[in-house]
């Protein structure tokens, strides 16, 4: 795990790049920060969280670490000690926690609910999308001792989610104060994550919808060996991509509203102001 810090004093906010390390655009945004020299207005503690694995171009060695934060890996895992490590390193911060997907071309957030810090943040990074995750986030980074925005900053292994990843760095510390200027808000539809999409026993598997975009009822949205997948009800993808997971296409969604700057101009950032919009 490398650690760096930007500015003097005890930092109250990190970025964490590279939990998975088949996704380099953290680690790479992070190399970015530290080669900007940045002139920040409050200490930023930068951190690679799993550079072995970085380095073998693998999603980890052992374990998944952003799985390796509850009691149900093996504790002789590389990535449980990590674990443990990045939760004490980023302990009583506001955290921004870089990723990539195979799902979205385009960068969306992920929560686990909009406690604290959250839903001030969130309206004001370059994202089309906010996944709410609470309730799915045991054995997660969520469950550390602080608060938690992960990015999926674009498509894996590709310089658009460098580049994105990047921007997000910087519109996050410019949102909490870290950088001076002021961000951006925009409203951000919320989406929340529901049930598993499971994967029949298959060679080839496709997907014919978008991350994000009403399925109605009776639409087929994804194949397996040419075998079609038809909707029961209406649902939001989330997640979901032909082999981004080994046994699940991604999840069924809701959308809940929107968090950020309503269209009349009203500052509407806060749990309570999300719709029950189906």
């Not at 870089?98 to 929560?111: K, V």
């Not at 609910?113 to 839903?119: K, M, T, V, Y």
């Amino acid at each position: 795990m490398r650690v760096e810090q930007l500015g003097d004093g005890e930092p109250e906010v990190a970025i964490v790049g590279s939990v998975h390390g088949d996704e380099p655009c953290g680690a790479r945004a992070v190399q970015r920060l530290l080669d900007a020299d940045l002139d920040v207005l409050e200490p930023v503690k930068l951190v690679v969280a799993n550079e072995r694995a970085l380095e073998a171009n693998v999603r980890y060695l052992d374990a998944d670490l952003n799985r390796s934060f509850g009691e149900d890996v093996p504790e002789d895992a590389h990535e449980v000690e990590l674990a443990h490590r990045l939760a004490d390193e980023i302990r009583g911060c506001t955290v921004l926690s870089l990723h990539s997907t195979q799902s979205h071309a385009d960068p969306f957030a992920i929560t686990a609910g909009f406690d604290g810090s959250i839903s001030d943040i969130v309206p004001r990074l370059p994202v089309v999308a906010t996944v709410d995750t609470q309730g799915f986030g045991e054995g997660r980074l969520f469950a550390s001792d602080a608060d938690i925005i992960e990015a999926e900053a674009g498509l894996q292994g590709t310089e658009t989610a460098a580049e994105n990843a990047f921007r997000l760095a910087r519109e996050f510390l410019t949102a909490v104060g870290a950088l001076p200027g002021s961000a951006v808000e925009r409203e951000i539809p919320v989406f929340e994550m529901g049930e598993s999409i499971p994967k029949p026993p298959a060679d080839e598997y496709e997907v014919f919808v978008e991350n994000f975009e009403r399925v109605e009822r009776g639409e087929t949205f994804a194949a397996a060996d040419g075998h079609e997948l038809v909707a029961d009800d209406p649902f939001y993808p989330v997640l979901l991509s032909p082999y981004g997971y080994a046994g699940q296409f991604g999840y069924r969604g809701q959308h809940r509203g929107t968090v950020g700057q309503s269209s009349d101009g009203a500052n509407s950032t806060s749990v309570n102001s999300l719709s029950s919009a189906q």
